[in-house]
């Protein structure tokens, strides 16, 4: 566990990232001392659909400040300091410690990308001993991605994977599986809520799925919140399920419950 106090500690000692990035600040140049807050990780299982058996778990952030409602409150209050890079370095060290036995898909947020951070060669992801995901959301525009090629191909080299999260919210830009070429991609709760009512969402799912994995992406449907969402996803072909039905984000790792 990391508090708000020793997020500071880490951040006065961290190594910062090599030059040519944009700096990240030292906490003595940041008002208002942060008020993150004791930060934790839970863990939602992804489960293989097929074998009805946990493949990997997502790394969701948690923090005790009042002042957060969920993690994106919290990255923007990270973004108006500065310290954004500095934060998904200690989530990611979070993450990787609690579940060493699992692959793990973690969340980077897009301004990630041009900190420098994620390409420290003693970031965790890179001596984790099962597969890691990154998971980028498609709710920003691709274009902001042309910018980190660089820092998407170094970190790809290194042997980790990438993931599209929320596909069908947002942008909707299936353009980010052509360009960013994904092992995986994350199926929005808006694809899947309630489709077992609707037979033209069905068709819909059917394609997607057809279509990532025709261009070599694996697929995983996320916010399967009962049994029919479940079983109208199995029938559109998807491999991988994530949703409460399945199992609620919890610490420790949870098993799954259907
Ligand atoms: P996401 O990556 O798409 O994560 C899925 C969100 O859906 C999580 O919310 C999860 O708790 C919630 N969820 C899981 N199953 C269900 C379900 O069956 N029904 C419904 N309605 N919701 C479900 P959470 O943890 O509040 O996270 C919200 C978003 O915040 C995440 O969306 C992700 O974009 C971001 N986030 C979370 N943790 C991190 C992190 O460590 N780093 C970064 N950069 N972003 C994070
Ligand atoms: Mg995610
Ligand atoms: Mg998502």
Redesign the pocket.
Known sequence: MTDGRNFLDWLEQAQPPRPGFRRTRRPSQIPNVLSIGALR??Y?PIVDLRRSRIYAY?????SDSPHFQ???AL?NEAIRSQVCGAL?RV?REL?TSSCPDYPLF????PN?FDEGWLVQPDDPIFSHDHPVYL?I?ESVPLSHFALCHSVLREIRSKGVSLAV??LGAGYSNLKYIVDLQPEVV?L??GLVAQAHLDERMQVLLRHIVRLCEELGARVVA????TREELEVVRAAGVHYG????LA??TFPPPGISA
């Open positions: 990780v839970v939602q997502e790394a969701l952030v948690r969920g993690p994106p990255f998904g989530v993450a973690l969340n980077v947020h990630e998971e959301t999260d929320d994350k929005d709760r996320e916010g399967i919140e994530q949703g409460y039905f609620r984000p």
